[in-house]
Structures are given as structure tokens and as C-alpha cells.
């Protein structure tokens, strides 16, 4: 039997882990599942049960989420064999929290509902990285059947997240997402221009913080990815390779409108993920433009 504090968490990557870890430490009951069953030690030791398969994870679950990297990879868990969504408890709710897409996000939303109309559908992708996520203060950008799901997936996101914004029917959340990832990945780029303009002018990243610092240009992410910079250290909080997916699925979502900026982006990016940066932090893009400008 299936109770509201059971929860099922697919997929076990830096964000998943960390919102299975935040799960078992407020006391839910935690079915995990991962490609990678190793990923899953740390989490066993706090009382979470590995499952064997996806459908294994759910089965007693009120509520699952599922935060994986790509459409294809959500599919496959949820309705490929031996999928999830089959074997999900009558009135279980299903929480999205991957970075998907818009035109992907509703092709999913659509796919469930005609599987299971019973299953209630929160698309709930995340503004925040592998540190938030580990202390609970990422932004979760919720949108769905608030009125039927929020007596129960609110006391989830209050343990995952210090803020949750709801923006509508379910979709929305997904929307939201490509427009915060696009300012994100368009500001990583500026930080890493800049910090080579004041390098070759003679100055370091920390001069230049300590001039902007406590002004309105001076914000906690940059000064986050000028540490790394200055320390030439990329453990990714946001794999590059992922940043470059998130460019892809903005201008997809962009439509017709004029991007130019961002597309440009996208061509460096994709190059420095073919140098060999893609497992790196995004703000490697640094270390790849000063190959780049030679």
C-alpha cells in the first residue's frame, strides 16, 4: 500500500541524487532507481531502497519524480518496458523535473494523460544547481493541477527547494525553464568575455569583483563562476554539455524570433564541448576561449 510520504526519485544524476538524499533526511520514504546502481550507496546507508527497474521503484510510491536529461531518456523510463507509468499506484503523482524542452514537455504531458488519466502530471523543471540542490534552495518552477496535486507535492518541494513558483496549467513550468536557462547561459558567456578582456588589460577576476562588488552588477553566481575561473577548477554544477542542450531547446522554443546572440553562443559552445569541456562546468568556457582567440 502506497501512502503520501512514499516517494519514488528516477534517476540519480547531481540534482537527483541530491533531492533523494534531501528526501530521506526529512523522513520520506524513498524507492530510488539509476542506470548506474552505484550512485545509489551513499543513499541506502540513510534508509532509501535501490530498485531493480523503474517500475520496481514506483509500485508503492504516492508520488515519483523523475529528473532525467532529455526527452528520450524520460520516454524510456516511464513508458518503454518495464516503464514506470504502467506500474504506478491509482491517483500517484508524477513529478517532471528534468529540463525537457516545450514542444517535448507537452508531447510528455500529452503521452501520460492518454496512458494514465488517473495520474496526476507536474511539470516541475528547477532553477539551481548541483550545490542548491544539495541544500535545499534551489527554485522549483511548478505548473499543473495545483487545486488537486498541492496538498501533496508542496511538502515535497518545501524539502527540495526554498521557493516554489506556480505559473499555470502544466507546461508552463517547462516555458519558464528555456527563458531562465537562456539569460544563464548568455550571462556565463559575458562573465567569461569579461574575465578575458580584464586578463589582457592586466587585471584579475578578483580586482574586478572587488570593484563591482556591492553595486547592481555585482551578483553571488558571478562571483561563483570567477572563483572557478581563477582557479582554473570546472567541477560541473552545470555540465557543459547540458548547457548546450539547454541553448538547443531555447532557440527551438524561440521559434522565429531573432536570437542572434544565442546562437552564436551555441556554435562556441558546441565547439568547446568537442575539445573536451563538455563534463566540465560551464564556465570552462573560459579556458576554451583562451585556446579559441589563438
Do not use: C
Request: no cysteine.
Amino acid at each position: 500500500m502506497s501512502d503520501s510520504r512514499s516517494i519514488a526519485v528516477l534517476g540519480l544524476g547531481a540534482m537527483g541524487h541530491a533531492f533523494a538524499a534531501n528526501l530521506v533526511q526529512a523522513g520520506f520514504h524513498v524507492g530510488v532507481w539509476n542506470r548506474s546502481p552505484g550512485k545509489a550507496d551513499d543513499l541506502i546507508e540513510g534508509g532509501a531502497k535501490v530498485a531493480g527497474s523503474p517500475a520496481d521503484a514506483v509500485s508503492n510510491a504516492q508520488a515519483v519524480v523523475v529528473m532525467l536529461p532529455d526527452l528520450a531518456a524520460t520516454r524510456d523510463v516511464l513508458l518503454g518496458d518495464d516503464g514506470a507509468l504502467a506500474a504506478m499506484p491509482i491517483d500517484a503523482l508524477l513529478i517532471q523535473m528534468g529540463t525537457l524542452g516545450v514542444a517535448e514537455t507537452d508531447r510528455l504531458i500529452a503521452e501520460v494523460g492518454e496512458a494514465r488519466s488517473d495520474v496526476a502530471f507536474i511539470d516541475a523543471p528547477v532553477s539551481g544547481t548541483k550545490a542548491p540542490a544539495q541544500q535545499g534552495k534551489i527554485t522549483i518552477l511548478a505548473s499543473g493541477d495545483r487545486d488537486r496535486a498541492g496538498a501533496m507535492v508542496e511538502p515535497i518541494f518545501d524539502v527540495l527547494g526554498q521557493k516554489t513558483h506556480w505559473l499555470g496549467q502544466a507546461g508552463q513550468g517547462a516555458r519558464m525553464k528555456v527563458v531562465i536557462n537562456a539569460w544563464l547561459i548568455s550571462m556565463m558567456q559575458g562573465i567569461a568575455e569579461t574575465a578575458q578582456l580584464a586578463d589582457t588589460l592586466g587585471f584579475t577576476t578578483d580586482d574586478l569583483w572587488q570593484v563591482i562588488e556591492g553595486g547592481p552588477l555585482a551578483t553571488p553566481y558571478m562571483k561563483l563562476k570567477m572563483d572557478m575561473i581563477a582557479s582554473g577548477e570546472f567541477d560541473p554544477q552545470m555540465a557543459m554539455q547540458w548547457g548546450l542542450k539547454d541553448i538547443g531547446l531555447a532557440l527551438e522554443a524561440g521559434d522565429d524570433k531573432a536570437l542572434p546572440s544565442l546562437s552564436h553562443i551555441r556554435n562556441l559552445w558546441f565547439d568547446a564541448v568537442n575539445a573536451g569541456h563538455g563534463e566540465q562546468d560551464i564556465a570552462a568556457i573560459y579556458a576554451f576561449l583562451e585556446t579559441y582567440r589563438r
